[in-house]
T-cell receptor, first 113, second 114 residues
Framework: DQQVKQNSPSLSVQEGRISILNCDYTNSMFDYFLWYKKYPAEGPTFLISISSIKDKNEDGRFTVFLNKSAKHLSLHIVPSQPGDSAVYFC????????????FGSGTQLTVLP | SAVISQKPSRDICQRGTSLTIQCQVDSQVTMMFWYRQQPGQSLTLIATANQGSEATYESGFVIDKFPISRPNLTFSTLTVSNMSPEDSSIYLC???????????FGQGTRLTVV
């Protein structure tokens, strides 16, 4: 039973355009959501997070949107750069804890120059 | 954030043997965790490594198969015991410095069991 789902295994975007990565969750107890970026042969690195008391969080080119009623969140990258090409994992936790995480299966983002 | 050094980065092991993976953090962290990423799948939490006491395992993972040690606040090991080809995965450790800080990860250990 996948509690966090990333239904798009891959996404290709032109440099300078917007990248939108989507994530759905089923567990109503989740109240903290994170995005991690992973390059080959490296561990995931934290990108941005949002708690359930907010519906938007922005950090530079990265914005995460949370729709609690739809149990859906998305990561927007504007403008996309070739260095953003990586696997992006959505993760969730309960109890406002950023530590014990349930991950989605990841989306491979390719930004084309 | 703190940096985790994980080793080995990769290994090829014979079935029936055991492998111990080490993680060293460059500063004290409140909590450490071990994850597994099977081929084509997401990261799955194996256990929480508790300093000075037995680890807390998630459903589907047992101490006999994945013994974990955490002797202090900067170091932890995960052993994959009596390995079979189904244990071929990437194993990652992570840490968190405080109650409301995001977890950070080591670079992972790519294990292949033949």
């Amino acid at each position: 039973d996948q509690q966090v789902k990333q239904n798009s295994p891959s996404l290709s975007v032109q440099e300078g355009r917007i990248s939108i990565l989507n994530c759905d969750y089923t567990n109503s107890m989740f109240d903290y959501f994170l995005w991690y970026k992973k390059y080959p042969a490296e561990g995931p690195t934290f990108l941005i997070s949002i708690s359930s008391i907010k519906d938007k969080n922005e950090d530079g080119r990265f914005t995460v949107f949370l729709n609690k009623s739809a149990k859906h969140l998305s990561l927007h990258i504007v403008p996309s750069q070739p260095g953003d090409s990586a696997v992006y994992f959505c993760a969730a936790s309960a109890g406002f804890s950023a530590r014990q995480l349930t991950f989605g299966s990841g989306t491979q983002l390719t930004v084309l120059p | 954030s703190a940096v985790i050094s994980q080793k080995p980065s990769r290994d090829i092991c014979q079935r029936g043997t055991s492998l111990t993976i080490q993680c060293q953090v460059d500063s004290q962290v409140t909590m450490m965790f071990w994850y597994r990423q099977q081929p084509g799948q997401s990261l799955t939490l194996i256990a929480t490594a508790n300093q000075g006491s037995e680890a807390t395992y998630e459903s589907g993972f047992v101490i006999d198969k994945f013994p974990i040690s955490r002797p202090n606040l900067t170091f932890s090991t995960l052993t994959v015991s009596n390995m079979s080809p189904e244990d071929s995965s990437i194993y990652l450790c992570s840490g968190a410095e405080g109650t409301n800080t995001e977890a950070f990860f080591g670079q992972g250990t790519r294990l292949t069991v033949v």
